[in-house]
């Protein structure tokens, strides 16, 4: 398949383990975060958001925290399974109402 | 079918072609976005649109151009395509109103020779 990074972070996991991406992000006018799950071959796909009005959100199976102090958002995925293998992305909004900033993305490897 | 529609999936060019990337959807959404992909460098945005008619730079418009025919169509063109531009393009919906989720098509290979 597609590689959409050759030198990007691994993080590898045992299934069933859970799984913890970081993300620093650069703008302290970022009000709006969100994170990209991008299969080989395909589109990045939305996993989940949050507003900066917000410490933590949950969704099915995967939770992000946002620690607005050190500007840091990590995504938490239960569970992991074989399927999650993906590279990750985290967004943010800077201090725009319309574009996202997107950084370089964390290689997620799921061992069976 | 797909809300976000990319064509071609793969093309593959020599250097001083004008090629053409096309992008349909189906969601309703006013805004649209090009994005090249390298590998280790995330998404960079080249052009977006908030309505027919509206079109603005992104952080590397550069030996690309744009067309919104119609709410639902957004397409990239590369006038003189060079070896550099050979990466993974995307388009990507929006809706209006606030920074909100950015739908995404599957991308176009684009290969420059």
């Known amino acids: 398949g597609e590689s959409v990074g050759l030198h990007l972070p691994t993080l590898s996991v045992q299934e069933g383990d859970n799984s913890i991406i970081n993300c620093a992000y650069s703008?302290?006018?970022?009000?709006?975060f969100i994170w990209y799950k991008q299969e080989s071959g395909k589109g990045p796909q939305f996993i989940i958001d949050i507003r900066s009005n917000m410490d933590k959100r949950q969704g099915q199976r995967v939770t992000v925290l946002l620690n607005k102090t050190v500007k840091h958002l990590s995504l938490q995925i239960a569970a992991t399974q074989p399927g999650d293998s993906a590279v990750y992305f985290c967004?943010?909004?800077?201090?725009?109402?319309?574009?996202?900033?997107f950084g370089s993305g964390t290689r997620l490897l799921v061992r069976p | 079918d797909a809300d976000v529609t990319q064509t071609p999936r793969n093309r593959i060019t020599k250097t001083g072609k004008r090629i053409m990337l096309e992008c349909s959807q189906t969601?309703?959404?006013?805004?649209m976005y090009w994005y090249r992909q390298d590998p280790g460098l995330g998404l960079r945005l080249i052009y977006y649109s908030f309505d027919v008619k509206d079109i603005n730079k992104g952080e590397i418009s550069d030996g690309y151009s744009v067309s919104r025919q119609a709410q639902a169509k957004f397409s990239l063109s590369l006038e003189s395509a060079i070896p550099n531009q050979t990466a993974l393009y995307f388009c990507?919906?929006?809706?209006?109103?606030?920074?909100?989720?950015?739908?995404f098509g599957p991308g176009t290979r684009l290969t420059v020779l």
């Open positions: 703008n302290s006018a970022s009000d709006y």
């Open positions: 969601k309703g959404h006013d805004r």
């Open positions: 967004a943010e909004n800077g201090d725009s109402s319309y574009k996202l900033i």
């Open positions: 990507a919906t929006g809706r209006a109103g606030g920074v909100d989720e950015q739908f």
